[in-house]
Nanobody
C-alpha cells in the first residue's frame, strides 16, 4: 500500500490550496481515506475523512473552509482548503487503514504566511 500526497506549498493568509493523495496497492473505492495534519510541536490531528460511500467528516476547524472529495477512477482523495490561516501551517498526511494497520503517506508541507 502506498499513499502519495502532494499539493502543499507556501500561500498567504486567505489563500487556497488543493492537496491530493493518490493511493496504490488497495482496492481504493472500498476504503475510507483521511487527511491529518501535524504542526510543529503538536500532535497529529484529523482534518477530514471520507468514507467509501462518500460520507464526510470534518474537524471543527475545517468546517466551512475545507472540502474533502474522492475520485475512485484516479484513486485520489482531494482536500480543498480555502481561507487559509497561519495556524493551518502544518505537514498534511493522508491515511488509510487496511490489513489491520494504518498506512500513511509521506506528507506535504503547507505554510501559510500572515
Amino acid at each position: 500500500v502506498q499513499l502519495q500526497a502532494s499539493g502543499g506549498g507556501l500561500v498567504q493568509a486567505g489563500g487556497s490550496l488543493r492537496l491530493s493523495c493518490r493511493a496504490s496497492g488497495i482496492n481504493f473505492r472500498l476504503f475510507p481515506i483521511g487527511w491529518y495534519r501535524q504542526a510543529p510541536g503538536k500532535q497529529r490531528e484529523l482534518v477530514a475523512d471520507i468514507g467509501s460511500d462518500g460520507n464526510t467528516n470534518y474537524a471543527e476547524f475545517a468546517k466551512d473552509r475545507f472540502a474533502i472529495s474522492r475520485d475512485n477512477v484516479y484513486r485520489t482523495v482531494y482536500l480543498q482548503m480555502n481561507s487559509l490561516k497561519p495556524e493551518d501551517t502544518a505537514v498534511y498526511y493522508c491515511k488509510v487503514t487496511t490489513r489491520g494497520r494504518d498506512f500513511w503517506g509521506r506528507g506535504t508541507l503547507v505554510t501559510v504566511s500572515s
